[in-house]
């Protein structure tokens, strides 16, 4: 690997700390509690498309052992490690189809970070009386998930058009 992908997965993963401590930093909804904006999954999204499905895996589990340990608990890791898995995997599946665009991959990937969460509660309260929370989830995290398309395609067309090194 060469320096410059280094210091692009160091600052990737920074940014992907900053932006999960700043989230950590705003109230959870009263509407629909446990609901996040996800902002760190920008991060994940636009290393998916502007290196590799590798890259945007690696980053994403070192992300959330690096935040586990400095802001987490061993439930938040199990939690968080379930969804954000689930969910890079089937980002990583729509995008190679090439029949989905950056906001629909991202809506996705929401969705199914959501389903991770709700399978990790299933086997932590050994019950299945909580997947009725899964409607409500998935609401959050397609509205979530286009947000942060949205947003995560903004960054991929700028770093188009200046002309990005290839690394």
Known sequence: MNTKKISLYGVLIALALILSYVESQIPAFVAIPGM????????VLVT???????SAMGINILRIIVVSMLFGTAMSFAFSITGGMLSTIVM???KKTNRFKIVGVSAAGGITHNIGQ???AMIF?????IAWY???LWFSGIFSG????IIGGMICARLDK???VDF
């Open 36 to 43: 996040k904006l996800g902002l760190t999954n920008i991060v």
């Open 48 to 54: 998916l498309y502007i290196l590799d499905a590798k």
């Open 92 to 94: 990583i599946i729509l």
């Open 118 to 120: 709700i399978i990790a």
């Open 125 to 129: 309260m050994n019950t299945k009386a």
């Open 134 to 136: 899964l409607p409500i």
């Open 146 to 149: 286009v947000i942060v398309g």
């Open 162 to 164: 200046i002309n990005h």
